[in-house]
T-cell receptor, first 114, second 112 residues
Framework: GESVGLHLPTLSVQEGDNSIINCAYS??????FIWYKQESGKGPQFIID?????DKRQGQRVTVLLNKTVKHLSLQIAATQPGDSAVYFC?????????????FGGGTRLMVKP | ETGVTQSPTHLIKTRGQQVTLRCSSQ?????VSWYQQALGQGPQFIFQ???????GRGNFPPRFSGLQFPNYSSELNVNALELDDSALYLC???????????FGPGTRLTVL
């Protein structure tokens, strides 16, 4: 498949460690945020979402934190595994007038060392 | 797997030609969005279809057009292809009343 993210910021972690991927979003009116995982040759895969009326949301091995004051979003992955290696994108939806349009960040490549 | 399918998987065209890409949304999803993803970048929103009508458009010229059919499947048409149109084209579907989008595997378009 094609390569995704040839020149992206890279986070390298040891298998079993926790990973934190950060994202700065652009619009203070955004009220919905999603994290996606994209493996080479595949489309983005939904990981977790959060609405702006929440600060934290937990899923299986993942936690998303939202800081609206500084327009910052983070994805925490617990006990990172080799299968977590991929490019991670945050995306924002800018309120009801934007319909379902998502604006994506530039992405971060996560590399997990065995 | 999301249940969103796209065809073809790969496509090679030359400048000036026209292309049609197809998407079948996940069962029960009535909104379809199209995105363009250039190499090394995040997806860029092209447009969205709801109830067979365009319902939002990103910063793309009119030569990018689309259709949505009664079964919610969709097409993306690009006329007068340019070299910069080379990208991965992604289709995403959403269930009624939800903002979450589930993506298909994409169509890799190469324009020579």
């Amino acid at each position: 498949g094609e390569s995704v993210g040839l020149h992206l910021p890279t986070l390298s972690v040891q298998e079993g460690d926790n990973s934190i991927i950060n994202c700065a979003y652009s619009n203070s009116a955004s009220d919905y945020f999603i994290w996606y995982k994209q493996e080479s040759g595949k489309g983005p895969q939904f990981i977790i979402d959060i609405r702006s009326n929440m600060d934290k949301r937990q899923g299986q091995r993942v936690t998303v934190l939202l800081n609206k004051t500084v327009k910052h979003l983070s994805l925490q992955i617990a006990a990172t595994q080799p299968g977590d290696s991929a490019v991670y994108f945050c995306a924002e939806n800018m309120g009801d007038n934007a319909g379902n349009m998502l604006t994506f960040g530039g992405g971060t490549r996560l590399m997990v060392k065995p | 797997e999301t249940g969103v399918t796209q065809s073809p998987t790969h496509l090679i065209k030359t400048r000036g030609q026209q292309v049609t890409l197809r998407c079948s949304s996940q069962s029960g999803h009535n909104t379809v969005s199209w995105y363009q993803q250039a190499l090394g970048q995040g997806p860029q929103f092209i447009f969205q279809y709801y109830r067979e009508e365009e319902n939002g458009r990103g910063n793309f010229p009119p030569r990018f057009s689309g259709l949505q059919f009664p079964n919610y499947s969709s097409e993306l048409n690009v006329n007068a292809l340019e070299l910069d149109d080379s990208a991965l084209y992604l289709c995403a579907s959403s269930p009624r009343g939800s903002k979450v989008q589930f993506f298909g595997p994409g169509t890799r378009l190469t324009v020579l």
